[in-house]
C-alpha cells in the first residue's frame, strides 16, 4: 500500500508511507525558497516520489488535511506574502471596517497585488466567491483527481485537528499506555483546540474536547504584530524575548490578558466579549514596554494553557499527553507543562505546524486502511527529506570560484580545531531534516562555550535579532550532565524547553537563553545520527564538553537550505566561513574569520 500525504494550505508539503513506513516528508518551502509557501506541494510531491523511487502512477491513496480553506487566503497566499505593512492593512482596511462599521468588505480587492502570480493551481469555476469554502474543497478534490488520475486511486480528506494528532503520535515509540492528545492552534476546520485520546485497546484516536474558544494562537499572532513583527513567522521572537522583562513589573499587563479568558474545568470561557482582538490589545497596551508586553502573553499562555491540560489529565486519569498544532511550538509553554505534578510525560513532535499535517493525514489513512492504529509504524527520526550523492556534490564544487576558495577533503579533527579556535562552520550532510527545526545536517554549528560566538553569528551570519537563543546538540547519554530533565522527557527535535545544570551554565554560555539560563536541546544518538553524533564526540575528546552550539543553516527570513546548490548561495551570501558538505570542507581564503 503505497500513501501520499498532503497538506496544501500554508506550509505545504507531503509525505510518502510505502508498506506501513514513512520513507520521505518534505515542505514545498525549502524546494521553492520561499517561507510558509501556501500552494499544492507540487515539487514536495514529486521529491518524495524520487525519494521513494516510484512513479506517480504507483499512488494507491491520497490523503489531504484540511476541509475548510478559504479561497482569499489561497489566492493572497497570505502567510508567504504579506509584509508587515500587508498585516497592518489586513487589521485596518479589511477587519475594522466589517467588525466595527458592518461593512461588506472584499478581501481580494485590497490585496489585488498578492494575487499576481501564476502559482494558484485550481479552477475557479467551481468556487462562487472569496470565502467559498465548500466550493475550495470540490476545487482541490478536481485538482487531485486530474494528477492522480489512476482508476482505482483513492482521495480522502481528513479534519485538520485530526491530522496534528496524528502527526505527533506517529513519532511516539512507546504506545502501549493510554495518552492525551492536545491540538492547540489558530484556527482548522473550525477549531483552535482539540484533545483526543489514545487508548492502545481501541481502534483509533478518540476526540474528548473540540473547541474555538482557545484563542491563544491568534492572540500570540496579533500582539506579535503589535510589536512590530511578522505574524505567524516570528511569534517565537515574542517567546525568546519574555524572559528580559522584570515580572514585577508587569502586574498591569498580566491583567489586561487575564480579563478576558479563562478556563473553567476542561473548557475555555470568555470572561467578555471581544469584537477584534488586534484593536482591543493595541488600545489596552498603550504605553507598556515591549518587554513587559511579551513577558505578561508568555505567562498568561503558559498558566492558561497548562491550567486546561491540568484539569483534562485529571478527568481523564491519563498523565502521559502529546502536543501538536502551531502552539505546541511555544518551548517555553511546553515547559510548563512538564513542571506539573500531574503530568508523568510531555512529548512534541518535529512538526508540530502546519508542516506535519500531511505526515498526519498520511498516517490517518494507514489507520482507517488497516482498520487500526498499526504500532509498528513509528518514525523513528526527524530525517526524511532528501540526500546527495558524491558526484552531485562534486558538480557544484566544480563551480567554484577556487581563487576564493580551498576545497579540500572532510577532517573531522581539522573541523574541531576550527571550532575550538572560534570559527563557525556550516553543515550539509546526509538526509534533511523535517520541521521547523535543523537537527545537525542542515545546520550552523559552533563551540558552546564560547559566548562571544552570538553576536558573530547573528550580525556576520543569520542576522538575526540579538535576544534569541541558540541551542545546545548534546549526546543524549551525557545529557543528564547539562540538562535537569527529571521526567527523562524525550527532547530529540528541539520542541521543549528545560532547566541547566550549573555545568551547562559554564560550558554551554553560547547555547542557553542569557537571560533564563534554559535550553532548547536537541539529544544525539548515534543510531539516529551517527556522522553528527561521531562529530560531537570528536569534540568532546578535545575539550570535554558533549554539545556543540546548533542553530539552523539559513539567512533570517529565509528556509533552511535544502539543496547543495542552496548550501552554497547561503555560505557565499554571509559571512560564514566554514562548509562542510557530506565529505568535503570548503573554506573562504583571505577574509576576516568567523
Given at each position: 500500500m503505497i500513501i501520499l500525504g498532503i497538506h496544501d494550505g500554508h506550509c505545504a508539503s507531503a509525505a510518502l508511507i510505502i508498506d506501513n513506513k514513512l520513507v520521505a516528508a518534505i515542505s514545498e518551502e525549502r524546494i521553492v525558497r520561499k517561507k510558509m509557501e501556501w500552494c499544492f506541494p507540487e515539487n514536495a510531491v514529486k521529491e518524495c516520489l524520487r525519494i521513494g523511487k516510484i512513479k506517480i502512477k504507483d499512488v494507491d491513496k491520497v490523503a489531504f488535511s484540511s476541509f475548510h480553506i478559504a479561497p482569499k487566503l489561497y489566492l493572497t497566499r497570505r502567510e508567504a506574502t504579506f509584509s508587515l505593512s500587508d498585516w497592518l492593512k489586513e487589521q485596518n482596511l479589511y477587519w475594522y471596517p466589517k467588525f466595527y462599521k458592518k461593512k461588506n468588505v472584499k478581501y481580494i480587492k485590497?490585496?489585488?497585488?498578492?494575487?499576481?502570480?501564476?502559482?494558484?493551481?485550481?479552477?475557479?469555476?467551481?468556487?462562487?466567491?472569496?470565502?467559498?469554502?465548500?466550493?475550495?474543497?470540490?476545487?482541490?478534490?478536481?485538482?487531485?483527481?486530474?494528477?492522480?488520475?489512476?482508476?482505482?486511486?483513492?482521495?480522502?480528506?481528513?479534519?485538520?485537528?485530526?491530522?496534528?494528532?496524528?502527526?505527533?503520535?506517529?513519532?511516539?515509540?512507546?504506545?502501549?499506555?493510554?495518552?492525551?492528545?492536545?491540538?492547540?492552534?489558530?484556527?482548522?476546520?473550525?477549531?483552535?483546540?482539540?484533545?483526543?485520546?489514545?487508548?492502545?485497546?481501541?481502534?483509533?484516536?478518540?476526540?474528548?474536547?473540540?473547541?474555538?474558544?482557545?484563542?491563544?494562537?491568534?492572540?500570540?499572532?496579533?500582539?506579535?504584530?503589535?510589536?512590530?513583527?511578522?505574524?505567524?513567522?516570528?511569534?517565537?521572537?515574542?517567546?525568546?524575548?519574555?524572559?528580559?522583562?522584570?515580572?514585577?513589573?508587569?502586574?498591569?499587563?498580566?491583567?489586561i490578558f487575564n480579563e478576558i479568558l479563562t478556563v473553567n474545568k476542561c473548557s475555555f470561557v470568555f470572561k467578555k466579549k471581544i469584537k477584534d482582538l488586534y484593536f482591543y490589545f493595541k488600545e489596552k497596551l498603550q504605553g507598556y514596554r515591549f518587554d513587559v508586553i511579551a513577558y505578561s502573553l508568555q505567562n498568561f499562555t503558559e498558566e492558561i494553557i497548562s491550567k486546561w491540560v491540568s484539569n483534562v489529565s485529571k478527568k481523564y486519569g491519563i498523565k502521559d499527553i502529546c502536543i501538536s498544532g502551531g502552539v505546541a511550538q511555544n518551548i517555553k509553554c511546553n515547559q510548563?507543562?512538564?513542571?506539573?505534578?500531574?503530568?508523568?510525560?510531555?512529548?512534541?513532535?518535529?512538526?508540530?505546524?502546519?508542516?506535519?499535517?500531511?505526515?498526519?493525514?498520511?498516517?490517518?489513512?494507514?489507520?482507517?486502511?488497516?482498520?487500526?492504529?498499526?504500532?509498528?509504524?513509528?518514525?523513528?527520526?526527524?530525517?526524511?527529506?532528501?540526500?546527495?550523492?558524491?558526484?552531485?556534490?562534486?558538480?557544484?564544487i566544480e563551480k567554484l570560484n577556487k581563487e576564493k576558495l580551498t576545497v579540500e577533503k572532510f577532517n573531522k579533527n581539522k573541523v574541531i580545531n576550527l571550532l575550538i579556535k572560534g570559527e563557525v562552520v556550516g553543515r550539509f550532510c546526509g538526509k534533511m531534516e523535517f520541521g521547523p527545526r535543523a537537527l545537525g545536517n542542515r545546520s550552523i554549528i559552533a563551540d558552546p562555550r564560547n559566548k562571544n560566538i552570538i553576536q558573530k553569528i547573528n550580525e556576520v551570519i543569520k542576522e538575526r535579532d540579538f535576544w534569541m537563543p541558540f541551542a545546545p546538540s548534546i549526546l543524549k547519554e551525557k545529557s543528564k550532565k547539562y540538562i535537569i530533565n527529571k521526567k527523562n522527557l524525550d527532547s530529540s527535535y528541539m520542541t521543549i524547553g528545560l532547566n541547566v545544570t550549573q555545568i551547562a551554565k559554564d560550558c554551554l554560555q553560547a547555547a542557553i537563553h542569557s537571560y533564563d539560563k534554559t535550553a532548547r536541546p536537541h539529544f544525539v544518538t548515534r543510531e539516529n545520527n551517527q556522522q553528527y553524533y561521531d562529530l560531537i564526540k570528536a569534540f568532546e575528546r578535545k575539550t570535554g564538553v558533549s554539545s556543540l552550539l546548533n542553530t539552523s543553516f539559513n539567512l533570517h527570513g529565509e528556509p533552511i537550505v535544502c539543496t547543495p546548490s542552496d548550501a552554497i548561495k547561503t555560505f557565499l551570501k554571509s559571512g560564514l566561513r566554514n562548509l562542510i558538505i557530506e565529505n568535503y570542507l570548503i573554506r573562504k581564503k583571505d577574509e576576516k574569520k568567523i
Amino acid at each position: 500500500m503505497i500513501i501520499l500525504g498532503i497538506h496544501d494550505g500554508h506550509c505545504a508539503s507531503a509525505a510518502l508511507i510505502i508498506d506501513n513506513k514513512l520513507v520521505a516528508a518534505i515542505s514545498e518551502e525549502r524546494i521553492v525558497r520561499k517561507k510558509m509557501e501556501w500552494c499544492f506541494p507540487e515539487n514536495a510531491v514529486k521529491e518524495c516520489l524520487r525519494i521513494g523511487k516510484i512513479k506517480i502512477k504507483d499512488v494507491d491513496k491520497v490523503a489531504f488535511s484540511s476541509f475548510h480553506i478559504a479561497p482569499k487566503l489561497y489566492l493572497t497566499r497570505r502567510e508567504a506574502t504579506f509584509s508587515l505593512s500587508d498585516w497592518l492593512k489586513e487589521q485596518n482596511l479589511y477587519w475594522y471596517p466589517k467588525f466595527y462599521k458592518k461593512k461588506n468588505v472584499k478581501y481580494i480587492k485590497i490585496f489585488q497585488k498578492n494575487t499576481k502570480y501564476k502559482k494558484f493551481p485550481y479552477q475557479k469555476k467551481f468556487i462562487k466567491n472569496e470565502d467559498d469554502v465548500k466550493g475550495m474543497l470540490k476545487a482541490r478534490l478536481e485538482h487531485a483527481k486530474s494528477i492522480f488520475n489512476k482508476n482505482n486511486v483513492s482521495i480522502e480528506v481528513y479534519d485538520h485537528q485530526e491530522c496534528h494528532a496524528y502527526h505527533v503520535l506517529s513519532f511516539v515509540k512507546n504506545r502501549n499506555k493510554k495518552k492525551l492528545i492536545f491540538t492547540i492552534d489558530g484556527a482548522g476546520d473550525g477549531a483552535n483546540a482539540t484533545c483526543w485520546i489514545y487508548d492502545p485497546k481501541k481502534n483509533f484516536l478518540n476526540q474528548v474536547i473540540r473547541t474555538d474558544k482557545c484563542i491563544i494562537g491568534r492572540l500570540y499572532r496579533f500582539i506579535t504584530l503589535l510589536l512590530g513583527m511578522l505574524p505567524v513567522q516570528h511569534e517565537y521572537k515574542v517567546m525568546g524575548l519574555a524572559p528580559y522583562a522584570k515580572p514585577e513589573y508587569a502586574n498591569e499587563a498580566n491583567k489586561i490578558f487575564n480579563e478576558i479568558l479563562t478556563v473553567n474545568k476542561c473548557s475555555f470561557v470568555f470572561k467578555k466579549k471581544i469584537k477584534d482582538l488586534y484593536f482591543y490589545f493595541k488600545e489596552k497596551l498603550q504605553g507598556y514596554r515591549f518587554d513587559v508586553i511579551a513577558y505578561s502573553l508568555q505567562n498568561f499562555t503558559e498558566e492558561i494553557i497548562s491550567k486546561w491540560v491540568s484539569n483534562v489529565s485529571k478527568k481523564y486519569g491519563i498523565k502521559d499527553i502529546c502536543i501538536s498544532g502551531g502552539v505546541a511550538q511555544n518551548i517555553k509553554c511546553n515547559q510548563k507543562i512538564s513542571e506539573l505534578k500531574s503530568i508523568d510525560d510531555v512529548f512534541v513532535g518535529p512538526g508540530s505546524g502546519d508542516e506535519g499535517l500531511s505526515i498526519g493525514a498520511a498516517f490517518r489513512s494507514l489507520s482507517e486502511e488497516n482498520l487500526s492504529i498499526d504500532k509498528n509504524f513509528y518514525i523513528k527520526n526527524a530525517y526524511l527529506g532528501n540526500k546527495f550523492s558524491d558526484n552531485e556534490i562534486k558538480k557544484e564544487i566544480e563551480k567554484l570560484n577556487k581563487e576564493k576558495l580551498t576545497v579540500e577533503k572532510f577532517n573531522k579533527n581539522k573541523v574541531i580545531n576550527l571550532l575550538i579556535k572560534g570559527e563557525v562552520v556550516g553543515r550539509f550532510c546526509g538526509k534533511m531534516e523535517f520541521g521547523p527545526r535543523a537537527l545537525g545536517n542542515r545546520s550552523i554549528i559552533a563551540d558552546p562555550r564560547n559566548k562571544n560566538i552570538i553576536q558573530k553569528i547573528n550580525e556576520v551570519i543569520k542576522e538575526r535579532d540579538f535576544w534569541m537563543p541558540f541551542a545546545p546538540s548534546i549526546l543524549k547519554e551525557k545529557s543528564k550532565k547539562y540538562i535537569i530533565n527529571k521526567k527523562n522527557l524525550d527532547s530529540s527535535y528541539m520542541t521543549i524547553g528545560l532547566n541547566v545544570t550549573q555545568i551547562a551554565k559554564d560550558c554551554l554560555q553560547a547555547a542557553i537563553h542569557s537571560y533564563d539560563k534554559t535550553a532548547r536541546p536537541h539529544f544525539v544518538t548515534r543510531e539516529n545520527n551517527q556522522q553528527y553524533y561521531d562529530l560531537i564526540k570528536a569534540f568532546e575528546r578535545k575539550t570535554g564538553v558533549s554539545s556543540l552550539l546548533n542553530t539552523s543553516f539559513n539567512l533570517h527570513g529565509e528556509p533552511i537550505v535544502c539543496t547543495p546548490s542552496d548550501a552554497i548561495k547561503t555560505f557565499l551570501k554571509s559571512g560564514l566561513r566554514n562548509l562542510i558538505i557530506e565529505n568535503y570542507l570548503i573554506r573562504k581564503k583571505d577574509e576576516k574569520k568567523i
